[in-house]
């Protein structure tokens, strides 16, 4: 019966599964980082695709202040005080010191990120220096024009920065297809409703993790961020194990699609064929934060599971359900009635009920976690207290012969 440790909140937890009921362990194949990262950034920014060096171009525009979109501390970007501190030292060679440089958090519709979380994300060197704004989804937005026939609102910092710079990481996601690029802008930077007007394309059932010809969601999102002029882009795309396998500049679309070709190789994972069960982690800490973050990880595991099979979701979330919404819809409403809702009724939030109850429709979801066990139950997922009664559970559904595979980091996996 081997161990295997999964990611809970700051620690780990180890789960027992008999060898007879082990499927496989899920996992994409080890990817090497690179050795010298504030080298790999700065040879990115002095030679960006499709783009002018980062420090040529604000030569040859002499802005009046420069803006920086940093991700929120929803979103784990390794090494990223070392990334920010080689962006601002290609922008002090030409010639701008942190008083021109301002940041905005782009936190979409999630909470601002404290004080302490700021300074731990981003780094001494940028929170004592830098002037760090936090994105509020509900304050601050004006149209800058239209997506698809809709109205698109953005932060309006967006449009009063003479140089706009968005940063971020190349992970798989579930309704994007892949994060980073234009998600800087929307949903990062977007107001509530423009948020949930995009996000409420799930109920076209065209979106999944890798997608992006088709996509509806994905299509937006880059009409959005072409509203919401980005001048320059840096991104990464991460390794499992916490390491930058490769760091992406310049043209906005362009740079980022080149990192999405690398992140393909560096996030996917094979399955032979579905089976009874998936157990699985989102990572831990801060990917387990809430049971809002924890869901994107029912969407990418649940190909790997059987009609009328079981997930067991594996994460802390000791910050609850998180958004209100979220939370709200499935506590109130059955999986039928949520997938019954019409488009233009699903709030920024509500699309990850949604997003839920697609996959609660296919098959039983279980949750093992801090949060209070008749929460959990009212929103329509089984709560285990730990994963003994896990297993013991899927033995008792399954049968002592179920099949299951292992998910340790389902956050960003990509099923294929």
Not at 174 to 188: D, E, I, Q
């Amino acid at each position: 019966m081997p161990d295997i440790t999964l990611g809970y909140g700051l620690g780990k937890t180890t789960l027992s599964l008999p060898q007879a009921n082990l499927s496989g362990i899920l996992s994409p194949a080890p990817t090497p980082g690179l050795a010298h990262i504030p080298l790999a950034v700065s040879q990115a920014l002095e030679h960006p695709i499709k783009s002018q060096p980062l420090k040529d171009l604000l030569l040859a525009r002499r802005p009046k202040n420069v803006l920086l979109i940093l991700s929120d501390h929803t979103r784990v970007i390794p090494h990223y005080p070392r990334i920010l501190n080689a962006l601002c030292d290609q922008m002090a060679l030409a010639g701008f010191d942190c008083s021109q440089v301002h940041a905005l958090i782009a936190t979409g519709s999630h909470r601002a990120p404290t004080c302490e979380e700021r300074e731990e994300i981003y780094g001494q060197n940028v929170y004592d220096h830098i002037n760090l704004y936090a994105h509020d989804c509900d304050h601050g937005c004006i149209s800058v024009g239209n997506a698809n026939g809709r109205e698109v609102e953005l932060n309006e910092m967006l449009l009063t920065s003479d140089f706009t710079i968005a940063t971020g990481k190349i992970t798989p996601h579930y309704l994007a297809g892949f994060s980073g690029g234009r998600k800087a802008v929307m949903p990062g930077c977007a107001s509530r409703q423009t948020i949930a007007q995009n996000h409420a394309l799930i109920a076209l059932g065209q979106n999944a993790p890798g997608k992006l010809e088709g996509n509806p969601i994905h299509e937006e999102m880059e009409q959005a961020a072409a509203l919401g002029r980005i001048d320059f882009l840096l991104n990464v795309v991460p390794t499992q194990d916490e390491q930058i396998a490769g760091v992406f500049a310049g043209h906005w679309q362009q740079a980022w699609h080149k990192g999405v070709e690398l992140c393909r190789q560096v996030w996917s994972a094979p399955v032979k064929e579905p089976v009874d069960c998936v157990i699985a982690s989102a990572g831990g800490h801060p990917l387990d934060i809430d049971l809002y973050q924890m869901q994107r990880v029912l969407n990418n595991v649940a190909p790997a599971v059987k009609p009328g099979g079981t997930i067991v979701l594996v994460g802390q979330c000791p910050e609850g359900a998180g958004q209100l919404d979220f939370g709200r819809w499935m506590r109130d409403y059955s999986v039928p009635e949520i997938l019954q809702t019409p488009r233009d009724q699903i709030t920024a939030e509500a699309h990850r009920a949604y997003a839920t109850a697609l996959v609660m429709k296919k098959c039983r979801v279980c949750l093992v976690s801090g949060m209070d066990p008749a929460l959990v139950e009212k929103m329509q997922f089984k709560s285990l207290p730990d994963l003994n009664a896990a297993v013991e559970y899927l033995r008792e559904r399954h049968g002592k012969d179920f099949s299951c595979y292992v998910v340790s980091q389902g956050n960003a996996i990509m099923l294929g």
